[in-house]
């Protein structure tokens, strides 16, 4: 299934959610108006209590890790992950989450080894602590039918301050989610994570080939003040968090070019590790659309346009009146991907490479060819701004495979900028991983990423990535 994920207005691609360590859900979603951070997700992705259930009965990994940023800046440090998944019947699920707390471990037994009075308790004290150790979640799936589904989800039980409840429905070529979240979590484009104490969403996303017509709309309610999670309340609120309502469209039209493909030279009676990386080919993609989006409330207010590039983008349809705003754009990204090996044999057998120009503003973009061309016509000298209007971003991904099941990637993002003559392209952001191909089921994996500038690392699965 290929949903549409990426397209907001004035801002990069649009996902449902991104993998988010800092809490025991798992994951974030984006927020509107902005462009995820440099994410490894690609494929379909199942609760992370099936993930963390799935890793314990067939992987022999009892404790799944995690961490959450550096405990000196704030950070949670260090977590061990563990589930118990119960099936009361056919179509109906219970799971048990425990987090366990590294770090907090470590300054109990500092604390323990720097007193010397004997008549301590240790079994006292470490039960006084339990709660500081431990953190609980419980979620109970329900299955109505094949087609649909009701899950909901408690973390830090005994704190009570994160609950989501998800209501999926597969329809003819569709997919319908209703979610409501308190609070739900939110990140933007710098990797910040913000808490908005009540989140509703409705998703409808349709289902459609890798190549084609593909659209997506969502109604979105936020309620209460958003804040910044981990305490922070210095940095800017995005004003899209704010109190309000605002429905979203996207629509867009994707091309695939197989330029060269082998299929030959595969060993006989041999299963390749994943069955999407079996065949060396070069091919490459284009993908045009539009979105749209209308705000009400306290949502719809947007940060002053301040003189550079966002001066470029007047293009684009903004009007805001009585609260009401009212945004368009256009949008388009261009990728060539280029792999050499079959995947089947045990050394260096799969060489992968990804390359992706993004035009998240359509109206930037027009608006700084159109200024560049008359600057040239009138032999001018060209403005940098304009420059820096037209350029993408790139984003480069590279895979080699290491031995047998496993291989070593590296994602990054390299953004433009004409106007610094030292470092016209710098180096934004790059996500290390090791992937383990789980052969049985296909195409499926485990993945263990760290991102060295967000001071984060997860161990999670995915399907059907290509």
Request: hydrophobic residues 40%; glycine residues 6%.
């Amino acid at each position: 299934m290929g949903r549409l994920r990426w397209a907001e207005e004035g801002g990069g691609r649009w996902k449902l959610d991104m993998e988010a360590p800092v809490t025991m859900e798992g994951t974030a979603r984006a927020v509107p108006g902005d462009p995820l951070p440099l994410s490894l997700s690609r494929g379909r992705r199942i609760t992370r209590p099936k993930q963390l259930d799935f890793m314990h009965r067939f992987m022999s990994s009892p404790l799944v890790p995690s961490f959450a940023g550096d405990p000196a800046n704030g950070g949670q440090g260090l977590l061990v992950h563990h589930a118990h998944t119960l099936h009361l019947t056919e179509n109906w699920s219970t799971t048990i989450l425990e987090q366990l707390d590294v770090q907090k471990i470590s300054l109990l037994f500092k604390e323990f080894a720097s007193n010397h009075v004997k008549e301590i308790s240790w079994p006292k004290t470490i039960f006084k602590h339990l709660l500081d150790i431990f953190s609980w979640g419980l979620g109970t799936e329900f299955l109505f039918t094949q087609n649909s589904s009701f899950l909901v989800e408690m973390y830090n039980v005994k704190k009570g301050n994160r609950r989501k409840a998800i209501f999926q429905q597969k329809l003819p070529h569709h997919n319908l989610t209703l979610e409501t979240a308190w609070p739900g979590l939110f990140v933007d484009n710098n990797g910040t994570y913000w808490d908005v104490p009540l989140s509703l969403a409705i998703d409808l996303a349709s289902i459609s080939s890798s190549s084609g017509l593909s659209y997506h709309l969502c109604l979105q309610h936020n309620s209460g003040k958003p804040k910044h999670f981990g305490g922070d309340q210095t940095t800017q609120v995005p004003p899209s968090l704010l109190p309000g309502l605002c429905v979203r469209a996207a629509a867009s039209i994707k091309e695939n070019w197989s330029i060269w493909r082998k299929k030959g030279g595969k060993l006989r009676m041999v299963q390749p590790y994943d069955a999407f990386l079996s065949d060396p080919h070069v091919t490459a993609s284009g993908v045009i659309g539009a979105v749209a989006s209308a705000s009400y409330g306290d949502c719809s207010a947007r940060l002053p346009i301040e003189d550079g590039l966002e001066r470029y983008k007047a293009f684009r349809l903004y009007t805001r009146k009585n609260n009401l705003a009212v945004f368009t754009d256009l949008f388009a990204s261009v990728s060539c991907t280029a792999q050499h090996g079959n995947f089947q044999r045990l050394f260096l057998d799969l060489t992968r490479l990804n390359a992706r120009l993004d035009f998240p503003s359509g109206s930037a973009f027009l608006t700084g060819v159109a200024h560049l061309s008359q600057d040239l016509y009138n032999s001018r000298q060209l403005n940098l701004e304009a420059i820096h209007a037209v350029c993408p971003e790139l984003t480069v991904s590279l895979q080699q495979q290491i031995a047998g099941p496993f291989s070593f990637r590296v994602d990054s993002r390299i953004l433009f900028d004409p106007k610094d003559t030292y470092h016209i392209a710098h180096l934004d952001e790059s996500i290390f991983a090791i992937d383990w191909a789980l052969k049985v089921l296909g195409s499926a994996k485990a993945t263990a990423w760290c991102s060295p500038k967000r001071r984060e690392a997860m161990v999670e699965l995915r399907f059907f990535e290509s």
